[in-house]
């Protein structure tokens, strides 16, 4: 008879990977944060034609937050079977997202400048 696993065999896996997604999870919600923050002062706007009309509702950092989430949970679960391409897939969107980051990061010091 197979025996049942907990939630802890499910997320034992790669650290590389583990290390990818929550980074990825934190740079979308840190994003959404920066985002909300520039748009409501009018200083940015949302580049994201989907997402631009929850901006300016309480629930765009609950969007952001749950998108985040679950892009990470999905990865996660992609990498058992597909490890190069969950990898490679994992490390393009952490280096978007940095890049959206620092951009937002960037665009807020020109502004309060």
């Known amino acids: 008879m197979r025996q049942l ?3 802890r065999s499910y997320f034992s896996g790669d650290r590389k990977i583990e290390l990818l997604v929550v980074t990825l999870a934190c740079l979308v919600v840190a ?3 920066l985002t909300e923050f520039l748009v409501t002062r009018g200083l940015g706007f949302e580049a994201n034609p989907f997402l631009a009309i929850w901006i300016s509702n309480d629930s765009f950092l609950v969007i952001k937050l749950v998108g985040g989430v679950l892009a990470a949970l999905m990865l ?3 990498h058992r079977r597909h490890f190069k391409t969950t990898f490679l897939v994992s490390l393009c ?3 978007a997202y940095t890049v959206i980051v620092f951009w937002n990061l960037f665009s807020l010091l020109l502004t309060l400048s």
Do not use: T
Request: hydrophobic share 50%; proline share 8%; no cysteine.
């Open 31 to 33: 994003d959404g944060i």
């Open 76 to 78: 996660w679960d992609l």
């Open 5 to 7: 696993n907990g939630p």
């Open 93 to 95: 969107l952490v280096i």
